[in-house]
């Protein structure tokens, strides 16, 4: 079954680098190509306009070019303990306000989700 041995070889290298984007392998202290120490990562979600990275005390959005995975450069990064006002929805949106600013990220429905269960585990 050549096919069962490819998907395997790929899956051991389902952690993505959140900083650069490589995939590593499962249980990588560190990214291969660019260093990043991978067990800072809580959760991370790649979305349509951005990708997403929660570590013990930051949201970090990586933000991406209109068309396709590219990314801007572009970083903004929250602190975990000055996001209030968390709010799921309308139409899949995770809203927050950070430094009196209302922030309004629209996710892809599936990562809102996530974003909600890891909300309870760290119990924001
Ligand atoms: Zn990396």
Not at 43 to 61: H, M, P
Request: aromatic share 8%; net charge negative.
């Amino acid at each position: 079954m050549e096919n069962e041995k490819e998907i395997k070889i790929e899956n051991q290298f389902d952690l993505i680098c959140p900083e650069c984007g490589v995939g590593n392998l499962k249980g990588s202290k560190n990214c291969l190509v660019c260093g990043k120490n991978l067990e800072d990562t809580i959760l991370f979600l790649e979305d349509d306009s951005f990708d997403l990275e929660i570590t013990n005390d930051a949201l970090l959005e990586y933000r991406k070019k209109f068309w396709g995975d590219d990314r801007t450069g572009k970083v903004n990064k929250y602190s975990l303990n000055e996001i209030e006002n968390m709010e799921f929805g309308p139409s899949s949106r995770f809203i927050f306000t950070y430094n009196e600013k209302r922030i309004v990220l629209p996710l892809r429905k599936e990562n809102l989700k996530k974003l909600k269960e890891i909300k309870e585990v760290l119990n924001l």
